[in-house]
């Protein structure tokens, strides 16, 4: 048997269809040549791990790399490590003159910083100056961060695709389909390809169950095109045109599989085959920006991640009344009155601590609960502003009795409920080095209450 994509024979090189880099689990040794296989490794895989890897890091994939993180000044001095905490990788140099002395603070990696700290010092020392102290600071402490996300496509991950398409054919053993020409460009990489269409971006295609988290490739024959439809990570979501004139016989598969345990799914796809059909008919187009599906992923991790939660509570309630009915320390009625009871303040607790995760339940326009996590609603920051914009330039004690003034007010996104985007309000406060930023509740109910302010 020949490779697809070249004249070699085939010798035993197993290929990940959808990349083994994003947990893809469908793999045979009949596709490709190992020649092929470390070509598109090289060329290819990175691809898609540079587009997916805030995906990968977000749900602990163990090939992810750390991600940029700015604050919310825009600042990119951070990195979100593996495990997903902070670390601050660029220096931070601030300097002022007060009372006749000069101030300065070195913050950011301690070996960094520490070299920094002792160049500046040197100089001053050369220069005849005096060192009172020094004070060399590594901290990420109320800085809140945010990953800079681009999951707009290119030319690349069109190539990608088609090869995902390609290799899907030949695994099912479509013996009837010419797939030559559109190999050999997949083998060399051409960028202009123009048979994938970017779809899917409000569902039209295909609807997201609760919690889903998946890849998928689905192959149809529609009137005369044979088209593969592949979602990666829920995020990407495509059509590619295998043969826009197919006449072979009418086919349908489809492969489903968990993207985060890698498990086979064998439930129907729901595919709209109505709108394939007027997709297909129009004109592709080759940069699309899927940020709003990467959020709708993000949202169902944290449905997903508060519903095994539960479970795990609800567990844990049951196995601990069981054994008190099993040691006759209760009844059977006792059992179920105190099973209901308990779940009833276990799910009433963790909604508190949780909210926004539940439609029916509105969350984002109560202000009492939303005061508590130190959230407003996107449309009430102006209001806020103007209603305590007195207290800006305020000085405040803070960390130690350490004085700050109290900068600005600054927002940022935590959750969107029904249409309705909520933010974290914090409390920026700046001491001529340092910036930190205090959740509003924590501040009103803390600084400004202690420091009259």
Known sequence: MKCIFCDN????????????????KLHSKEIICSECNNFFGLHLDNVAKKFFNTILLVFQFKNASGEIAENLKGEDKFLFQKNLTPKQVKLDISEFKSQGKRLVSVSGNPKDAMKKFEKLTKTLEDTGSK?????????????????????????EINILLNKIALEYCHYIKMTDLNTKDLALKVRVLDKTLSNVFYCNLTEEIRKFSNGEITHCIFLKKIENKLI?????????CSVIVIDDNYIGEDIEH???????TGEKMDSDLGINLN????????KPENIVDFNPLANKLFLRKRDKDF?????FELNSIANRLQNELKNKQITQKQFA????????????ELSIENPYLMDDVDDANNDELNYYHSNIRAEQFEEFSNKYKQLIGKKVNYENDKTYLIEEFSQAPIAEQNGIKINRLYICLFNGFNRIYIPYREFFEGISVKYNC
């Not at 024979?9 to 269809?17: R, T």
């Not at 709108?275 to 129009?282: A, F, N, Q, W, Y």
Request: proline share 1%; aromatic share 8%.
């Open 228 to 236: 593969v439809y592949i979602e990666l990570f829920n995020v990407i």
């Open 275 to 282: 709108e394939i059909k007027k997709l297909v008919e129009s």
């Open 131 to 155: 060192i009172i102290a020094k004070s060399i600071e590594e901290s990420t402490k109320g800085v809140p961060l945010r990953i800079k996300v681009d999951f707009k496509t290119n030319s």
């Open 307 to 311: 519903s095994d939660k539960i479970d």
């Open 254 to 260: 489809q492969y489903y599989q968990n993207a985060i």
């Open 9 to 24: 024979n085939l010798d035993n090189s197993d290929e990940h269809i959808i990349l083994n880099s994003l947990n893809g």
């Open 337 to 348: 009155e105190k099973y209901i009871d308990e779940s009833t303040e276990m799910i009433a």
